[in-house]
């Protein structure tokens, strides 16, 4: 079975759509077989691999509600190696039309089970708040990466999830673990980014990554393109450093 890895932060605007666009497009340009799951409402990691989000006649939401199986909804290899469980702002009512069924947090999980062994990594897109649809993340994932941006308030956040993630492993999914927090939007120029690393670094220890994703224009302008950075541009800064981070990933799957 490969590995499940949600890219989770309840805070918005903190990189989670960056890395899981950037992290799946490396680690299949790295040879390995990955399915991205866009699991958020504003499907902005649909768009940014160049897919037209609001044309699509099966994504998630249909998968959630019943009306369609995972086979029909994911979209194969729209770059080597990668595949992608679409998502779009239907998905948003997602959760009030599943009031009252039964074992809900769990519907991702069960349609997952059908296809994981056909991948190495499975990365999962969440919505930016702890909602129904981040819980069948977080039941379907075996691990979770916090993308976190060096700001003042990073540390505060980082808390809240820690306790979630803690709370679903013990009531929900006890394979779940914090895989590691990865730094955004990095500027070595300001002694506030040095100083968050160094806060998160001494709460947290040897999950932190060593890779810094810096603040990179290259980066910013990648989705309107529909490309992820390895091929928009992949001697760029931004590009680098999620090669990096792949490479991070990849030698922690044996622990």
Do not use: W
């Amino acid at each position: 079975m490969g590995k499940i890895i949600a890219i989770a932060n309840q805070k918005g605007g903190v990189g989670k759509t960056t890395t899981s666009i950037n992290l799946s497009a490396c680690i299949a340009a790295k040879g390995k077989k990955v399915l991205v799951i866009d699991i958020d409402p504003q499907g902005n990691t649909t768009s940014g691999f160049g897919i037209e989000k609001n044309e699509l006649e099966n994504t998630i939401y249909e998968l959630i509600l019943g009306d369609c199986s995972i086979h029909d909804c994911i979209i194969k290899d729209i770059i080597p190696k990668l595949s992608i469980l679409p998502s779009n702002v239907n998905l948003a009512a997602a959760e009030i039309e599943l009031i009252g069924v039964q074992k809900k947090e769990f519907i991702l999980k069960n349609e997952v089970d059908y296809i994981k062994d056909k991948y190495d990594y499975i990365i999962i897109d969440c919505p930016p708040s702890l909602n129904l649809l981040t819980i069948n993340a977080m039941t379907t994932a075996t691990s979770v990466i916090v993308p976190i941006q060096c700001e003042y308030y990073a540390l505060e956040g980082l808390s809240q999830l820690i306790h979630s993630v803690n709370l679903i492993k013990e009531r929900l999914n006890p394979e779940l673990e914090m895989e590691g927090v990865v730094f955004t939007m990095y500027d070595s120029r300001t002694n506030l980014s040095a100083q968050v690393v160094q806060n998160v670094k001494s709460y947290l220890d040897e999950k932190v990554y060593n890779t810094l994703i810096p603040r990179n224009i290259r980066l910013a302008e990648a989705p309107s393109y529909g490309k992820p950075i390895n091929l928009y541009d992949p001697k760029s800064a931004g590009a680098v450093s999620y090669m990096e981070l792949a490479n991070e990933v990849m030698s922690r799957k044996k622990k």
